[in-house]
């Protein structure tokens, strides 16, 4: 394993302006930033990751990617004093969950689809980042929903972390969807891609929506 030169800290990132920065080992610096944030790379570092593993730029995203970087050093002994084994192996599960082909072709391990399932909610929350997703749903058992019909109420996907698990604006709408459509959706309900009739939340919800 090649030795790498400390880095210099960077002050920005592509999620923003850094407000805190920890060098993690030499080259490797995990950042924050007012909304996300992950790990930078130095020229060094990028240029040592493996093929498999690279990413294009020296960014890697606190959702998923960062664990590409853990599981491209996790035999370096400056990255193994900052990290307990449990956070490694939590690094090469995350790559197994949420890059199985990468995962795969740098350690040689197949990869079960069973163990990629929470990757595809990912993606599917991924893909439907800006768009409104329902969160909760009333039947026609609801004073203020229509027979035959569904009441939801949808929010606007920010970002989803490494267990596929969605983080909402506070962007939200009240619809009806037909009853029948929204029984045969998705894990993942984007609004636009069912046919829907946004109408004014009732007072009677308005206390139980989703924070």
């Avoid at 995203?61 to 084994?85: G, M, R």
């Avoid at 197994?96 to 595809?120: F, I, K, M």
């Avoid at 309900?189 to 939340?201: C, E, G, Q, W």
């Amino acid at each position: 394993m090649p030795s790498f030169p400390l880095s210099p800290r960077p002050d920005q990132s592509p999620w923003g302006a850094v407000q805190q920065a920890d060098q993690i080992a030499p080259g490797i610096w995990s950042v924050t930033t007012a909304s996300h944030g992950g790990l930078l790379l130095s020229e060094a570092r990028s240029t040592a990751m493996p093929d498999a593993l690279r990413l294009p730029g020296d960014a890697y995203e606190e959702d998923c990617d960062w664990s590409l970087v853990y599981l491209a050093f996790e035999s370096e002994p400056a990255l193994q004093k900052t990290s307990t084994a449990g956070f490694l192996q939590l690094a090469r599960d995350t790559a197994r969950c949420w890059h199985p082909d990468r995962y795969a072709a740098h350690t040689g391990e197949s990869v079960e689809p069973n163990q990629s399932s929470v990757l595809r909610t990912r993606e599917a929350y991924r893909a439907a980042i800006g768009e409104f997703c329902t969160t909760t749903a009333w039947g026609d058992w609801a004073d203020w929903v229509p027979e035959g019909k569904v009441g939801v109420i949808a929010r606007k996907v920010l970002s989803v972390n490494h267990l596929g698990r969605p983080t909402y604006t506070d962007d939200e709408v009240c619809a009806l969807v037909d009853k029948d459509a929204y029984r045969e959706r998705g894990e993942v309900t984007v609004l636009s891609a069912i046919a829907h009739t946004i109408i004014d939340p009732p007072e009677t919800i308005r206390p139980k929506r989703i924070a």
